[in-house]
């Protein structure tokens, strides 16, 4: 069951374009929505989070927007660089309960391709 | 400041084989938790522990396991190795028990089973 749908698998955009990565989620008890950037070869960084009190977070270049009735977020990069080119992954945890598992569920990720 | 580190980057084993992984959090983070990555896929939560004790398990078979130490640092042991359980190994680590929130990941341990 997958609890996170990501689209596109792939995105090419021109720089200085907008980038935009959608992300679905299944889980009403989810509260926490990340955004994670991977380069090849190395580990997701997280890259900017929301949750579900705020409708829009904005750090830079990059924003999430939420819609907490459609259960769906989004990740906007604006004016788009070459050195963005990466896979980008949505992901979801539901609030800590004090004793049981707490965990990241991610989608399956969007190549973004920044083209000069 | 250091980030997460993890040990060894490349692995190579073979079926049936035994294998450890490790990871050091970053220092003052107290919960290590630990996901598998399949090419061209998102990662997938396998543990997470916090003050030594696990506090969470995903659905891997009983062949994955994984220990916390004084220090906080972690392993990850896989048992009878499969095929399929070729991927990226990752750590991550946070501050609290509340691992979902900021979890910083390391760079990981690539593993090769043939």
């Known amino acids: 069951q997958q609890q996170v749908k990501q689209s596109p698998q792939s995105l090419i955009v021109q720089k200085g374009g907008i980038s935009i990565i959608n992300c679905a989620y299944e889980n009403t008890a989810f509260d926490y929505f990340p955004w994670y950037q991977q380069f090849p070869g190395k580990g997701p960084a997280l890259l900017i989070a929301?949750?579900?009190?705020?409708s829009e977070k904005k750090e830079g270049r990059f924003t999430i927007s939420f819609n907490k009735s459609a259960k769906q977020f989004s990740l906007h990069i604006m004016d788009s660089q070459p050195g963005d080119s990466a896979t980008y992954f949505c992901?979801?945890?539901?609030?800590?309960?004090?004793?049981?598992?707490?965990?990241?569920?991610f989608g399956k990720g969007t190549k973004l391709s920044v083209i000069p | 400041d250091a980030g997460v580190t993890q040990s060894p980057t490349h692995l190579i084993k073979t079926r049936g084989q035994h294998v450890t992984l490790r990871c050091s959090p970053i220092s003052g983070h107290k919960s290590v938790s630990w996901y598998q990555q399949v090419l061209g896929q998102g990662p997938q939560f396998i543990f997470q522990?916090?003050?030594?004790?696990?506090?969470g398990r995903g659905n891997f078979p009983d062949r994955f396991s994984a220990r916390q130490f004084p220090n906080y640092s972690s392993e990850l042991n896989v048992n009878a190795l499969l095929l399929g359980d070729s991927a990226l190994y990752l750590c991550a680590s946070s501050p609290t028990a509340t691992g979902g929130y900021e979890q910083y990941f390391g760079p990981g341990t690539r593993l090769t089973v043939t």
């Open positions: 522990y916090y003050e030594k004790e696990e506090r």
């Open positions: 992901a979801a945890s539901p609030p800590y309960s004090g004793a049981g598992s707490y965990q990241l569920t």
């Open positions: 929301i949750r579900p009190d705020v």
